[in-house]
Each structure stands twice: as C-alpha cells, then as structure tokens.
C-alpha cells in the first residue's frame, strides 16, 4: 500500500477498488463494468491455478455479473 497512487489522482480509484476487491471478494461499488468484467477475469485465473475453490469463483463471478449489470445501466 506504500506504492499506492496519491489522492486526488484518476488511478488512486481504481488502486482502491482492487484492493477493496481482493481484501473481500465482492465488487467494490462504483466500479465500472470494464473494470469488473477484468476483475471476473482474474478470478478465473485465480480458479484456473487452484488457488480459489471453484464453487467460490462461481459465487465471486455471480455478484461481478450482477455488479456488471448494474454498473451498465448507469
């Protein structure tokens, strides 16, 4: 978190949704759907290398889709 981006600062958002993503693994709100459609991706990987149980990827992945939808009608 040293490295971060500084406040005020078009990045600092998006260093603060993935953190906020991989301390909870639920979809930071205000995230937008490209950005959540990449953290989905992720969690494929995550599964795909064994480090995340599948049926917790599929449950992560159900909430990045409604989170997906959601972020879409905005």
Excluded: H, K, W
Excluded at 41 to 63: I, M, S
Aim: with cysteine; net charge negative.
């Amino acid at each position: 978190m040293a490295d971060c981006p500084p406040p005020d600062t078009p990045a600092r958002s998006y260093f603060s949704n993935f953190a906020f993503f991989l301390d909870n693994l639920v979809p930071p709100g205000g995230a937008s759907a490209s950005e959540l459609m990449l953290y989905s991706e992720f969690v494929d990987r995550l599964v795909n290398a064994g480090t995340l149980a599948a049926d917790r990827g599929a449950e992560v992945n159900t909430a990045l889709r409604s989170a997906i939808g959601s972020a879409l009608m905005r």
